[in-house]
């Protein structure tokens, strides 16, 4: 039997799950991060990244012939030539560089370069690049001669090559997925000798190192494949592999994902592309979502409240719920207020309009995907914790006119693991 690893590295914690060629799960294991100070990031990665390989049972252990890696989109690492880290990490939430927004939308004001097709992806207080341009001002940064991801650096520390990632990774950083290669405009900025080399994802970079084989009990033969974002591998867990096909995550946030066969850019309206193969995974995040629910309800009143709610009568309420004000998409409103009013004394009635405004998101979400050139909707996939809610489901199937089911599997681990059997393919 030959098996296959993907691990998963989000934000609370870290999974690893086998499957063997019939891409059935062998083996689970996961851990949780606990509280780190931001300066032990990096220790806390590399011990749980072999913590979870070595928690695999040894005879499934023994039998792997590839692994990939997903990581949070934008959390980065500044390396010296010896791979050794210059600074802490800087986390996907990382807004230091916000000042180095300015130096970007100079950039891109010139006529030059103004229509570069991925500028959206990196004029963003978090992105890639802009946390560079911070590093760039820093004294250190003479040292530096590598920028990676989390999931390249901890491909790093199996494979041992430096500066090496994927186009899912590389995106926020600039990359063109179009093309393929980084845009030209980069060169004024001075750091392209720090970019690493950008491969697809799922495609080889190299077997592991023999003393870490030895060390975590692997076949010194098993080979380290370019990996993902972790939002990425949750749509690969789903299966979705036909265009019209979508994948929208109900966790703290909304996230919808629609394939298609042509890329959609539109800045105003939170809206950008992933290249999947020969496809584009179009798509944008709201930030309303579990968030909201859980400021007025426990998961045990979320349970029974919604058991009561009638899904075939559309609620009176309009809210656009929101945490704090701001919003991304459908609408990118850094100042957008949340609306969570009136609000009505029958809990039932509160959260079925909650409920019912979230589909209307989301459904508005998908239109604009659409509207601006998406393949259109023929089905969603549901991940994320919303997924078991049935009257969320029904409520949301009311709205898309498309069907709506929860995802076979959920865990971006399982995407990631598909990714390092499939290969590149």
């Known amino acids: 039997m030959n098996c296959y ?20 799960m062998v083996a689970e294991v996961s851990e949780h991060f606990g509280d780190n100070p931001s300066a032990q990031w ?14 695999i049972p040894a005879v499934i252990r023994a039998q792997i012939r590839a692994i990939a890696i997903n990581g949070t989109s934008s959390t980065v690492l500044l390396c010296d030539r010896t791979g050794a880290l210059l600074d802490a990490p800087m986390l996907y939430n990382d807004a230091r560089g916000a000042a180095l927004v300015a130096t970007l939308q100079s950039l891109f004001a010139q006529d030059a370069y103004y229509r570069a097709p991925w500028q959206a992806n990196v004029v963003s207080a978090t992105s890639s690049l802009v946390k560079l341009l911070w590093w760039q001002q820093q004294p250190f940064f003479t040292q530096a001669e590598y920028f990676m991801h989390q999931a390249d650096w901890l491909a790093y520390l199996l494979h041992g090559q430096p500066g090496v990632s994927d186009y899912h990774n590389a995106l926020k950083l600039g990359y063109d997925v179009a093309q393929l290669r980084y845009p030209d405009w980069l060169e004024a900025l001075g750091v392209m000798r720090l970019l690493p080399t950008v491969l697809p994802p799922g495609n080889a970079i190299a077997p592991i190192q023999p003393a870490i084989a030895n060390e975590v009990g692997l076949p010194p033969t098993c080979t380290i494949r370019a990996g993902t974002t972790d939002s990425i591998a949750a749509f690969l867990a789903s299966k979705a592999h036909a265009p019209g096909e979508a994948v929208t995550s109900l966790g703290s946030t909304l996230v919808l994902k629609l394939l298609s066969t042509t890329p959609v850019e539109n800045a105003a309206y939170g809206i950008y592309s992933h290249r999947l193969g020969d496809l584009w995974l179009v798509g944008g995040a709201s930030n309303t979502g579990g968030a909201v629910l859980q400021q007025f309800f426990s998961t045990a009143e979320l349970i029974q409240l919604s058991d009561r709610i009638p899904v075939e009568q559309t609620s009176p309420l309009n809210y656009y719920p929101l945490t704090k004000p701001g919003e991304r998409f459908p609408i990118n409103d850094p100042h957008l207020p949340p609306q969570l009013h009136p609000r009505p004394d029958d809990p ?13 998101i989301e459904a508005r979400g998908y239109e604009l995907l659409q509207q601006f050139g998406a393949t259109p909707l023929t089905n969603v996939y549901t991940a994320g914790g919303g997924a078991s809610n049935s009257a969320w489901t029904a409520l949301r199937a009311r709205h898309l006119h498309v069907p709506v089911m929860a995802s076979q599997q959920t865990e971006a681990a399982y995407g990631t693991a598909l990714l390092a059997r499939r290969g590149g393919n």
Not at 44 to 55: N, P
Not at 348 to 360: D, I, P, Q
């Open 42 to 55: 990096a220790n806390c990665w590399k011990t749980m990244l072999f913590t979870l390989i070595q928690q």
């Open 348 to 360: 039932v009635a509160f959260l079925h309009g909650l409920l019912e405004s979230m589909a209307r």
């Open 5 to 24: 690893l993907g691990i998963d590295f989000g934000t609370s914690g870290a999974r690893a799950i086998a499957i063997d060629d019939d891409e059935q």
